[in-house]
């Protein structure tokens, strides 16, 4: 499976930006999806989650209220609507798929495929 991230930018804080991913080679809702970030410097960290069907969710607690996770099963695509943006939001977001969906999937090593990632820089 192969996942293709875009949608980075650059904006200022209060600024929105939707980020997307589009998975091919397998069917797209055989796969919960998640999305993680790496600021320069630090670990990759947990951000959101989905599950197949798109019906459950979690978010990781600094983005609770300001991001949105969805996915459009009928186009292969992964979305994070980005509110409210704030400087410390800034990094390398990577989208991530498995099989399993629990809500214990904020370790990065439980995904086994990756996209390439895109880089949202939130300036004060």
């Known amino acids: 499976v192969q996942l293709q991230a875009s949608g980075g930018g650059m904006v200022q804080a209060g600024g929105s930006l939707r980020l997307s991913c589009v998975v091919s080679?397998?069917?797209?809702?055989?796969?919960?999806m998640t999305w993680f970030r790496q600021a320069p410097g630090k670990q990759r960290t947990f951000v959101a989650a989905?599950?197949?069907?798109?019906?459950?969710?979690y978010y990781e607690d600094d983005v609770m209220g300001r991001f949105t996770i969805t996915r459009d099963n009928r186009r292969n695509t992964l979305s994070l609507q980005m509110n409210a943006l704030q400087p410390e939001d800034s990094g390398v977001y990577y989208c991530?798929?498995?099989?399993?969906?629990?809500?214990?999937?904020?370790?990065?090593?439980?995904?086994?495929?990756w996209g390439q990632g895109t880089l949202v820089t939130v300036s004060s």
């Open positions: 080679g397998r069917p797209f809702d055989d796969y919960a």
């Open positions: 991530a798929a498995r099989t399993i969906w629990d809500y214990d999937g904020r370790d990065a090593s439980k995904y086994p495929y």
């Open positions: 989905i599950n197949w069907y798109g019906d459950k969710t």
